[in-house]
């Protein structure tokens, strides 16, 4: 897995502050996606992107924003309309359909 | 959509002792089961996947089981040994959902010594 690379490792948002959490891999993998997880949960899909300049929301999208403008990159933006953005924050990558996912190290995101 | 409960939510077993944990989807299109090992602070790590296409899978002292027609599939870990303390998380993948993967709420496995 050590070519999905998540960063910052720690971030801290102000309120009223937009904030990009940075995904890139170098495996030539196809889709990337992103989950949130909140401390003893289950992982929660965010946003997902099967093909360079196109992404779709997954379950829990609103207040978050991507972008897919290259392959091996897919940065998430969590806006100041994410009223409670304190989680852990996990990018995932896969070959192709029939492949598994392959996740980050994650970020965790926490309000000042 | 898909919706996967995942049953216990804590594990506790003595080191030696089995340890199985399962999950349930709700989607009979589903064709792809995949498990994760989650070290705190860590990232989800795949330790085992099954097709549907398969009802039992092993790989060591891991091995998945599926139940097609009851919609449920299990992970069972044999010999337990306290580094396969983590949390677990089963995922379900409907065929026509561009590999979405839908998680349960994952197990907290403690081995003992």
């Known amino acids: 897995d050590g070519g999905i690379t998540q960063s910052p490792k720690y971030l801290f948002r102000k309120e009223g502050q937009n904030v990009t959490l940075s995904c890139e891999q170098n495996?030539?993998?196809?889709?990337m996606y992103w989950y949130r997880q909140d401390p003893g949960q289950g992982l929660r899909l965010i946003y997902y992107?099967?093909?360079?300049?196109?992404?779709q929301k997954g379950d829990i999208a609103e207040g978050y924003s991507v972008s897919r403008e290259k392959k091996e990159s897919f940065p998430l933006t969590v806006t100041s309309a994410q009223k409670n953005p304190t989680a852990f924050y996990l990018c995932a990558s896969r070959e192709y359909s029939n492949q598994p996912q392959h996740f980050g190290d994650g970020t965790r995101l926490s309000i000042l | 959509g898909e919706n996967v409960e995942q049953h216990p939510s804590t594990l506790s077993v003595q080191e030696g002792d089995s340890a199985v944990i399962k999950c349930t989807y709700s989607?009979?299109?589903?064709?792809?089961f995949p498990w994760y090992k989650q070290e705190l602070g860590k990232r989800p790590q795949l330790i085992i996947d099954?097709?549907?296409?398969?009802g039992e899978k092993k790989d060591q002292r891991i091995a998945v089981t599926l139940n097609k027609t009851a919609k449920h599939f299990s992970l069972h870990i044999t010999e337990t040994q306290p580094e396969d303390s983590a949390v677990y998380f089963c995922a379900a993948r409907l065929n026509n959902a561009g590999n979405m993967l839908t998680f349960g709420g994952g197990t907290r496995l403690m081995v003992k010594p």
């Open positions: 989607d009979s299109a589903s064709n792809y």
């Open positions: 495996l030539n993998h196809d889709a």
């Open positions: 992107s099967q093909i360079v300049n196109d992404f």
């Open positions: 099954i097709r549907s296409n398969v």
